[in-house]
């Protein structure tokens, strides 16, 4: 399964408790992170410090919008973040 997400450059992002005793690092998305790696492939991982399995999520999501924002949306998208958009929908220098 990880071969073909590398394959089509499919990038990852992985929010863990790196206190996790459920699904703990070294058997988990240590694993993952490593494997995929070695495969080709781009992993983002976002560690909470001294977090157990839950909760889920993060107190703040801005580090998961960067990511979106980064790697998913268009460059108009893009461009409309950064403010340089015209009212006609135009790229600006």
């Known amino acids: 399964m990880l071969a073909g997400l590398s394959a089509a450059k499919i990038l990852l992002l992985h929010v863990y408790g790196d206190a996790d005793e459920v699904a703990p690092w070294d058997e988990n998305t240590g694993v993952v992170a490593e494997r995929y790696r070695k495969l080709g492939g781009s992993i983002t991982l ?35 973040r950064k403010g340089r958009l015209s009212d006609a929908g135009k790229l600006t220098p």
Do not use: N, Y
Not at 49 to 67: A, E, K, M, R
């Open 46 to 80: 976002i560690a909470k410090p001294g977090v157990h399995h839950h909760p889920h999520g993060l107190d703040d999501s801005t580090p998961i919008i960067d990511f979106l924002w980064k790697h998913a949306a268009s460059p108009e998208a893009q461009a409309w």
